[in-house]
């Protein structure tokens, strides 16, 4: 076994590994491998890109491009000139985005920061768990996934034919479990430019490389799609409308050019590849359910959150795409949590059922879309360009990241700031942003902003006086675009 923190040299590394496979996937894959069953261990020293690719007779391009999948992984480290090494164990905690997501526990006068729902304007449970204990089923183990009625009322509602729809236990782990079943380590995933934090996670954890697409006012580009189509990646990951952090939506014309896109990327290159759809605002949107799947309901699974709608600590989403697939993610999922309670489900039934916790949801949305507006409307009449944004979500173009998050904590204001966002470190490429942005001199500039994030959705009054101290931290600045 190879001895812990020492240099290993590529006579002993390729003794341990057959190498079988030199594409950067096959060389990460038995690299991680090892790592994984302590032939590798933490605080090893690996040999330098051109020792491997030279042993191997491979371009020092694609032994780079593997270090790189392992490092996204966690699974190594690059410390410089010193070399890379095999990663110690990461400190106990949420994924590196989620950190930079977390607000902190001092107190605010006004938390912008954190994208969570107004409690005040969740339906109440109380009548809703009075009916429920009085007629919960307790079920078996056999049972099917979903209660009847609850499947009944999600495919009246869907936005466009599904042959299977079930639900999970929240947004997040529909998408996880989505992409455990589609994405190999090494393989890529086109991902939205800015988009949400956990995405980004989730895709290093697995090993995968993003690649993002900049997107505008009704959600991803459609030439920066055409771009990323030709690195041939295993998966879209997208968020049709209330994106996070920007509030866009798509239109019913976006969608179809995307799927018309993806239509001719298959049919060109032969991909096999998968659309997952987050639809993370669902019923508090007020914009119309869009989604792929009208015109590719082989190739997408659309995800349908009802945290924002009805209470984040329900824990319940819906998801609804091939059969084959959600079949395999639900056999997997029966070897853990095996289903959702149904006493939750019975809860969301009936929340999506009776007349007043409907009625609440209404109110919620108009409520969501009259302080989105007046925020949005004070901000761009102070000179500060933000789209007129759906959800509860605004993308406010700053001139510093870090000056505007000390200003506003001066002022009693936090926000959340726009790295942890951003698919792409600055300078890389980002598909189809020449096209988002235009050409001009103003739209050039543009590209060099920072951003935070503003949960719109929490200003319940005074939008006026929040207006004037975001204004403030973000400098006046006056012409905007992504």
């Not at 879209?236 to 509030?247: F, M, S, V, Y």
């Not at 966002?421 to 189809?432: I, K």
């Given at each position: ?306 945290s924002k709608s009805h209470g984040p600590d329900l824990r319940i989403a819906a998801v609804g795409g091939p059969r084959d697939l959600i079949g ?35 109110e919620a949305r108009r409520a969501y879309y009259t302080r989105q507006r007046a925020l949005g409307d004070a901000l761009r009449a102070r000179g ?97 675009g992504y």
């Amino acid at each position: 076994m190879v001895r812990s923190g020492i240099r290993v040299d590529v006579s002993e590394l390729t003794a341990l590994a057959p190498f079988a496979d030199t594409t950067p996937r096959g060389i990460a894959a038995d690299l991680a491998r090892l790592v994984n069953s302590g032939e590798l261990e933490a605080g090893d020293r690996l040999p330098t890109v051109r020792e491997l690719a030279g042993s191997l007779g491979v371009s020092p391009a694609t032994i780079s491009q593997a270090w790189q999948a392992l490092a996204r992984a966690g699974l190594i480290e690059s410390r410089g000139r010193a070399g890379s090494f095999v990663r110690r164990d990461a400190a106990a905690g949420p994924a590196v985005r989620m950190r930079g997501m977390a607000a902190p526990d001092d107190p605010v006068r006004l938390d912008l920061s954190r994208g969570t729902p107004d409690p005040l304007l969740l339906p109440p449970l109380g009548p809703a768990l009075s009916r429920v204990s009085a007629r919960a089923d307790v079920g078996s183990y056999q049972a099917e996934p979903v209660i009847p009625a609850l499947a009944t009322v999600l495919r009246d509602s869907w936005p466009s034919e599904a042959e299977s729809i079930v639900v999970v236990d929240g947004a997040l782990d529909a998408i996880s479990r989505t992409l455990d079943q589609v994405v190999r380590f090494g393989d890529r995933v086109v991902v939205e430019h800015p988009g949400f934090p956990p995405f980004l996670d989730l895709l290093d954890l697995l090993g995968a490389e993003a690649v993002p697409v900049a997107i505008d006012e009704q959600g991803m580009s459609p030439e920066g799609l055409a771009t990323a189509l030709r690195r041939r990646p295993a998966a879209i990951l997208l968020q049709p409308r209330a994106q996070n952090p920007t509030g866009a939506s798509m239109t019913p014309s976006r969608a179809a050019a995307l799927a018309g896109a993806i239509r001719s990327a298959v049919d060109e290159h032969g991909l096999d590849l998968v659309v997952v759809e987050d639809d993370h605002s669902g019923l508090i949107s007020t914009e119309g359910d869009v989604t792929l799947g009208t015109h590719l309901p082989d190739r997408v699974v659309h995800v349908r959150s009802f945290s924002k709608s009805h209470g984040p600590d329900l824990r319940i989403a819906a998801v609804g795409g091939p059969r084959d697939l959600i079949g395999r993610i639900m056999a997997r999922r029966m070897l853990g949590p095996g289903w959702t309670s149904r006493m939750l489900q019975s809860i969301l039934l009936d929340l999506l059922t009776d007349g007043a916790a409907i009625d609440a949801v209404a109110e919620a949305r108009r409520a969501y879309y009259t302080r989105q507006r007046a925020l949005g409307d004070a901000l761009r009449a102070r000179g500060v360009p933000v789209i007129h944004a759906d959800g509860i979500n605004l993308w406010m173009p700053v001139e510093s990241e870090r000056s505007t998050l000390v200003q506003l904590a001066a002022a009693g204001i936090r926000v959340a700031g726009g790295t942890p966002f951003l698919a792409a470190a600055n300078g890389s490429p980002v598909a189809g942003a020449s096209a988002v942005r235009g050409a001009s001199a103003a739209r050039a500039a543009a590209r060099e902003r920072e951003y935070v994030r503003v949960t719109a959705g929490a200003v319940r009054e005074n939008a006026s006086g929040v207006a004037d101290a975001l204004a403030v931290a973000a400098q006046h600045l006056a012409a905007g675009g992504y």
